[in-house]
């Protein structure tokens, strides 16, 4: 929400943001004066030119001038739909104020301080709140060092209060006033959407410690309220409004239980339902019959047929957080998981505003390959499956090689949610052994929006259109062609075939009523690419093509009162890829159905999910595979026959998840499966717990998690890799947690694995383990420089058949990134990401003979990619113009050795990036 207060002359006279509310929302009936109509008339919505409009002097009830006459208020408004940077998004201001004043001096207060404040307004000053007056005095008189003293002191008081009390709702609500009247005045330009996020977020904080909590959801519900439309926050608001209706029953008592029929009203006006807000007022009117305010609407609108909608400003740009699992966030969750927001995604350089190698930047990942996949603990990526809106997905990358895949498939730009799990994770996830990465699209849009990007690899476009107030769409789609970027670095020469792709995803949404709503999405991508690689005896193009094919269909229903919802599911999907290397010529084809039901129910203090799940699928194979690790002329090979293979999965859980204090959660799970490829049924117990003894949050959890052993991904027979395939793997993960700054996270785990079936050439396990220990010490609140750095510790071991312990395939021992991000004059912008992983072990060749089995490691892994970007405004839309240096000190770094029988020659296979790389590019949004 970019909403603030923007004052002309004598700034120093302006009032509170609890004086302003108290003229409008504290005595809703009192709308006699001018002044009071307008402030009411901020709060309802308004179009861009009367959130210009000078509202003069505001005046209390009993006629106390509150400001001179000659103080003029503004509001100024920072708005607008997704800009991607290529691939990437930022935030700009579009709606521009009456007179020439600078952005930082026009950006004073979220309004979370005027939602807050008549409920603010009615209990006595604590120490806290003096100081938060002491800061918001100081932010409007521009007095930064003042306003940062009297902010620091107020969120230790603040803090110190939740310390005392964790449901202490209204302390974490003066919290959030603290940053949006005291902190984001002086942010940087990147840094207003991080303290936004804050802000909010506190606020739902207070709704996870009490759910119930009246004041907490109304000031919830006020935020996004004000929220102007084009955000997309409506919907959130109607949802809020309604549970507070629902919760509120027929008491009248206090008086202001007549705000959420009023609020919702004018929120149904906004989608066109007039009958909706005609039935919520009279409701509304029924209970309060002294309210004049509910009066007027049921009255003016009773004249017409249908509501005046309001003009709706022109949109600008958004920085959206993508919603991550709150387990770094709150410690009642008591799964593990990983919090990255849409500008972690979005920034960070060298992550090609890639999902998947978002999550590569944060704890709980291997830097065992450079490209998309996601090596979680010890475990290769079949173990972490990818679900798209309840489907999974038989593959998520682009450009697959016998080394993974370059890029991910799924386009940030239509995410709007995403849950990973490094292990311990919920029963509702099966089939899975490491991790899990579950990421939700968007919802029904709000309004038409849509920027177009491109670079010198890529181009494409987003776009999303409400069709009415309970329909829209929304799509994005892009297209890659490396031929320019070869050109550029003298490498044209090095693929005979460059890489592209083509890719789209497309979303309809339909909310037939509230809480309810049916959701199709749509995903279609091809890829291809040809490299001139020398390794297993052969010297020639490595070609390699591959598509994905999804579509899924969701249906969705929540409880009035939000204690119950229901989900169901049904999905299929398909991923077809092809390998071409001097023998090698294989083709396969994956398909499947699946269908999905879970739900969900408050029983008093605890939440009981469970679910059911079934899938069908068929693998398709043709083609010329080898039959040892040698792919030159005269290697020997095998011609697949042309059949189907087929298996099937079939699953349920159920969850129980308890706080029975402040201090401490509990969720405990059962699952069973008849998993893919399996004839038996498992049963996999799976517990946690989280406990706050004090500033931090300690959790513990773990259990059984089983997968079948039907798989997708192709690899070469290699006799010097240990083989097979696990089946059950055991876990135990151990964690601490500080929020703050910086924050920090500590987790600690044993995996072990068992219950393995052949599969592969080399020496068979028997049974495996990891153990090691994940950090990430983060920066978010700093003026200019930010970022995060994250450490894992790895040690894999396997036990094979022979007696022999021998390191895994994916034993990294050491894993570190770095990510900084700073700001510079003049609107520039210089990011660096490093990265750093011992090498993986390797079985090596000694005179045509292997050697001992993984006795040795590749080379350390390091790489370091730059960023500088700029914001251009252009006519009121914003320009976002950048170059990137991938690989900036020119590493060779290296994805494995291939070795010829013949010469005993090692020849080294270089990664996608092993030689220093420039993009450039730039978005622009439109309106």
Same mark, same amino acid.
């Given at each position: 929400?970019?909403?603030?207060?923007?004052?002309?002359?004598?700034?120093?006279?302006?009032?509170?943001?609890?004086?302003?509310?108290?003229?409008?929302?504290?005595?809703?009936?009192?709308?006699?004066?001018?002044? %009071?109509?307008?402030?009411?008339?901020?709060?309802?919505?308004?179009?861009?030119?009367?959130?210009?409009?000078?509202?003069?002097?505001? @005046?209390?009830?009993?006629?106390?001038?509150?400001?001179?006459?000659?103080?003029?208020?503004?509001?100024? #408004?920072?708005?607008?739909?997704?800009?991607?940077?290529?691939?990437?998004?930022?935030?700009?201001?579009?709606?521009?104020?009456?007179?020439?004043?600078? =952005?930082?001096?026009?950006?004073?207060?979220?309004?979370?301080?005027?939602? %807050?404040?008549?409920?603010?307004?009615?209990?006595?000053?604590?120490?806290?709140?003096?100081?938060?007056?002491?800061?918001?005095?100081?932010?409007?008189?521009?007095?930064?060092?003042?306003?940062?003293?009297?902010?620091?002191?107020?969120?230790?008081?603040?803090?110190?209060?939740?310390?005392?009390?964790?449901?202490?709702?209204?302390?974490? #609500?003066?919290?959030?006033?603290?940053?949006?009247?005291?902190? !984001?005045?002086?942010?940087?330009?990147?840094?207003?959407?991080?303290?936004?996020?804050?802000?909010?977020?506190?606020?739902?904080?207070?709704?996870?410690?009490?759910?119930?909590?009246?004041?907490?959801? @109304?000031? !919830?519900?006020?935020?996004?309220?004000?929220?102007?439309?084009?955000?997309?926050?409506?919907?959130?608001?109607?949802?809020?409004?309604?549970?507070?209706?629902?919760?509120?029953?027929?008491?009248?008592?206090?008086?202001? $239980?007549?705000?959420?029929?009023?609020? !919702?009203?004018?929120?149904?006006?906004?989608?066109?339902?007039?009958?909706?807000?005609?039935?919520?007022?009279?409701?509304?009117? =029924?209970?309060?019959?002294?309210?004049?305010?509910?009066?007027?609407?049921?009255?003016?609108?009773?004249?017409?047929?249908?509501?005046?909608?309001?003009?709706?400003?022109?949109?600008?740009?958004?920085?959206?957080?993508?919603?991550?699992?709150?387990?770094?966030?709150?410690?009642?969750?008591?799964?593990?998981?990983?919090?990255?927001?849409?500008?972690?995604?979005?920034?960070?350089?060298?992550?090609?505003?890639?999902?998947?190698?978002?999550?590569?930047?944060?704890?709980?990942?291997?830097?065992?390959?450079?490209?998309?996949?996601?090596?979680?603990?010890?475990?290769?990526?079949?173990?972490?499956?990818?679900?798209?809106?309840?489907?999974?997905?038989?593959?998520?990358?682009?450009?697959?090689?016998?080394?993974?895949?370059?890029?991910?498939?799924?386009?940030?730009?239509?995410?709007?949610?995403?849950?990973?799990?490094?292990?311990?994770?919920?029963?509702? @996830?099966?089939?899975?052994?490491?991790?899990?990465?579950?990421?939700?699209?968007?919802?029904?849009? +709000?309004?038409?929006?849509?920027?177009?990007?491109?670079?010198?690899?890529?181009?494409?476009?987003?776009?999303?259109?409400?069709?009415?107030?309970?329909?829209?769409?929304?799509?994005?789609?892009?297209?890659?062609?490396?031929?320019?970027?070869?050109?550029?670095?003298?490498?044209?020469?090095?693929?005979?075939?460059?890489?592209?792709?083509?890719?789209?995803?497309?979303?309809?949404?339909?909310?037939?009523?509230?809480?309810?709503?049916?959701? %199709?999405?749509?995903?279609?991508?091809? +890829?291809?690419?040809?490299?001139?690689?020398?390794?297993?005896? $052969?010297?020639?193009?490595?070609?390699?093509?591959?598509?994905?094919?999804?579509?899924?269909?969701?249906?969705?229903?929540?409880?009035?009162?939000?204690?119950?919802?229901?989900?169901?599911?049904?999905?299929?999907?398909?991923?077809?890829?092809?390998?071409?290397?001097?023998?090698?010529?294989?083709?396969?084809?994956?398909?499947?159905?699946?269908?999905?039901? +879970?739900?969900?129910?408050?029983?008093?203090?605890?939440?009981?999910?469970?679910?059911?799940?079934?899938?069908?699928?068929?693998?398709?194979?043709?083609?010329?595979?080898?039959?040892?690790?040698?792919?030159?002329?005269?290697?020997?090979?095998?011609?697949?026959?042309?059949?189907?293979?087929?298996?099937?999965?079939?699953?349920? $859980?159920?969850?129980?998840?308890?706080?029975?204090?402040?201090?401490?959660?509990?969720?405990?799970?059962?699952?069973?499966?008849?998993?893919?490829?399996?004839?038996?049924?498992?049963?996999?117990?799976?517990?946690?717990?989280?406990?706050?003894?004090?500033?931090?949050?300690?959790?513990?959890?773990?259990?059984?998690?089983?997968?079948?052993?039907?798989?997708?991904?192709?690899?070469?027979?290699?006799?010097?890799?240990?083989?097979?395939?696990?089946?059950?793997?055991?876990?135990?993960?151990?964690?601490?947690?500080?929020?703050?700054?910086?924050? #920090?996270? !500590?987790?600690?785990?044993?995996?072990?694995?068992?219950?393995?079936?052949?599969?592969?050439?080399?020496?068979?396990?028997?049974?495996?383990?990891?153990?090691?220990?994940?950090?990430?010490?983060?920066?978010?609140?700093?003026?200019?420089?930010?970022?995060?750095?994250?450490?894992?510790?790895?040690?894999?071991?396997? +036990?094979?058949?022979?007696?022999?312990?021998?390191?895994?395939?994916?034993?990294?021992?050491?894993?570190?990134?770095?990510?900084?991000?700073?700001?510079?004059? $003049?609107?520039?912008?210089?990011?660096?990401?490093?990265?750093?992983?011992?090498?993986?072990?390797?079985?090596?060749?000694?005179?045509?003979?292997?050697?001992?089995?993984?006795?040795?490691?590749?080379?350390?892994?390091?790489?370091?990619?730059?960023?500088?970007?700029?914001?251009?405004?252009?006519?009121?839309?914003?320009?976002?113009?950048?170059?990137?240096?991938?690989?900036?000190?020119?590493?060779?770094?290296?994805?494995?050795?291939?070795?010829?029988? =013949?010469?005993?020659?090692?020849?080294?296979?270089? =990664?996608?990036?092993?030689?220093?790389?420039?993009?450039?590019?730039?978005?622009?949004?439109?309106?």
């Amino acid at each position: 929400m970019w909403i603030g207060w923007s004052i002309g002359r004598r700034i120093n006279s302006l009032p509170s943001g609890r004086a302003i509310s108290t003229a409008a929302e504290q005595d809703p009936n009192d709308l006699r004066t001018d002044a %009071a109509r307008r402030v009411r008339r901020l709060a309802l919505g308004c179009s861009p030119r009367a959130a210009l409009e000078p509202l003069g002097c505001i @005046y209390r009830h009993a006629g106390k001038k509150l400001c001179s006459d000659r103080t003029t208020v503004y509001v100024f #408004v920072l708005s607008g739909p997704p800009v991607a940077l290529g691939t990437r998004q930022l935030m700009h201001s579009t709606a521009q104020p009456e007179t020439p004043m600078r =952005t930082k001096t026009l950006v004073l207060a979220l309004f979370v301080a005027f939602l %807050a404040a008549p409920l603010a307004g009615q209990a006595p000053a604590t120490p806290a709140d003096s100081a938060l007056a002491a800061c918001s005095a100081a932010a409007r008189g521009k007095r930064e060092a003042e306003a940062k003293s009297a902010a620091s002191r107020a969120e230790q008081l603040f803090k110190q209060r939740i310390a005392a009390d964790k449901r202490d709702v209204d302390a974490r #609500v003066g919290l959030a006033r603290v940053i949006s009247e005291c902190r !984001l005045p002086f942010a940087s330009f990147m840094g207003m959407a991080k303290l936004s996020g804050d802000a909010l977020e506190l606020l739902q904080e207070a709704l996870a410690i009490d759910s119930t909590h009246w004041s907490g959801r @109304y000031s !919830l519900a006020m935020n996004y309220y004000h929220t102007p439309e084009f955000l997309g926050r409506t919907n959130d608001a109607i949802r809020e409004f309604e549970r507070l209706v629902a919760q509120q029953g027929t008491r009248t008592n206090p008086p202001i $239980y007549a705000q959420p029929y009023l609020r !919702l009203g004018e929120l149904y006006l906004r989608r066109k339902r007039t009958g909706d807000a005609l039935a919520v007022w009279r409701r509304g009117a =029924t209970l309060f019959p002294g309210n004049q305010a509910l009066r007027e609407r049921i009255a003016e609108h009773e004249r017409r047929s249908e509501a005046t909608v309001e003009s709706r400003p022109k949109p600008g740009a958004v920085l959206d957080e993508l919603v991550v699992s709150a387990s770094a966030n709150r410690m009642d969750d008591t799964r593990s998981g990983t919090s990255v927001k849409r500008l972690d995604v979005l920034m960070t350089p060298g992550g090609a505003a890639d999902l998947m190698q978002a999550f590569q930047t944060g704890p709980g990942t291997t830097r065992a390959a450079e490209g998309s996949d996601l090596y979680v603990r010890g475990g290769d990526p079949a173990e972490a499956p990818v679900w798209v809106d309840g489907a999974r997905l038989f593959y998520a990358g682009r450009y697959e090689s016998l080394h993974g895949g370059a890029f991910g498939v799924l386009d940030p730009a239509v995410l709007s949610g995403a849950f990973f799990s490094s292990g311990g994770f919920s029963a509702r @996830y099966g089939n899975a052994l490491s991790g899990v990465l579950d990421v939700e699209t968007l919802g029904l849009p +709000d309004v038409s929006a849509g920027v177009l990007s491109a670079n010198t690899v890529a181009a494409g476009g987003m776009m999303q259109a409400p069709v009415s107030e309970r329909f829209g769409v929304w799509g994005a789609g892009r297209g890659t062609e490396g031929t320019l970027m070869l050109a550029m670095h003298n490498r044209r020469e090095e693929f005979a075939i460059a890489p592209r792709s083509l890719e789209g995803m497309m979303g309809a949404v339909w909310q037939p009523r509230p809480g309810w709503s049916l959701k %199709a999405v749509g995903l279609v991508d091809a +890829d291809e690419s040809a490299r001139h690689v020398s390794g297993w005896g $052969y010297t020639g193009p490595f070609a390699s093509h591959g598509s994905n094919r999804l579509l899924s269909v969701t249906g969705r229903a929540l409880g009035s009162d939000g204690r119950a919802a229901l989900r169901a599911n049904l999905s299929a999907s398909s991923r077809s890829s092809g390998f071409a290397f001097g023998v090698m010529d294989r083709e396969r084809t994956d398909q499947g159905v699946t269908a999905r039901v +879970d739900g969900d129910v408050l029983i008093g203090g605890a939440r009981l999910r469970a679910g059911v799940e079934a899938a069908a699928m068929d693998a398709h194979h043709t083609g010329i595979v080898p039959t040892s690790d040698q792919l030159g002329p005269g290697a020997p090979t095998e011609r697949l026959a042309e059949e189907s293979q087929a298996a099937s999965h079939l699953g349920g $859980y159920t969850e129980w998840e308890w706080a029975p204090f402040s201090r401490l959660g509990l969720v405990a799970g059962l699952r069973a499966d008849c998993l893919p490829g399996e004839d038996t049924w498992t049963v996999d117990p799976r517990i946690a717990v989280a406990v706050r003894p004090g500033e931090w949050a300690l959790r513990v959890g773990g259990g059984e998690f089983h997968q079948g052993r039907w798989r997708t991904r192709y690899a070469l027979p290699d006799p010097g890799l240990p083989s097979g395939t696990p089946r059950r793997a055991r876990h135990l993960v151990a964690g601490a947690e500080r929020r703050g700054e910086p924050s #920090v996270k !500590l987790e600690a785990y044993t995996k072990t694995y068992d219950e393995y079936v052949p599969a592969g050439e080399g020496p068979r396990v028997e049974a495996g383990r990891a153990s090691g220990a994940d950090a990430i010490i983060r920066w978010t609140k700093q003026e200019r420089l930010n970022g995060w750095v994250t450490y894992s510790l790895l040690r894999g071991r396997v +036990d094979l058949e022979d007696g022999q312990t021998v390191p895994s395939a994916v034993d990294v021992t050491h894993s570190i990134t770095a990510v900084a991000m700073l700001k510079l004059p $003049y609107d520039l912008h210089l990011g660096n990401t490093l990265r750093y992983a011992t090498g993986r072990p390797y079985t090596p060749r000694v005179d045509g003979e292997l050697g001992p089995i993984h006795g040795d490691r590749l080379p350390t892994y390091l790489r370091l990619d730059t960023r500088l970007m700029r914001f251009w405004n252009v006519r009121g839309r914003t320009l976002v113009t950048y170059m990137e240096m991938l690989n900036t000190t020119d590493r060779a770094n290296i994805a494995g050795y291939g070795f010829d029988d =013949t010469t005993g020659e090692r020849t080294a296979i270089p =990664t996608f990036f092993g030689q220093r790389t420039v993009v450039l590019g730039g978005s622009i949004n439109l309106r």
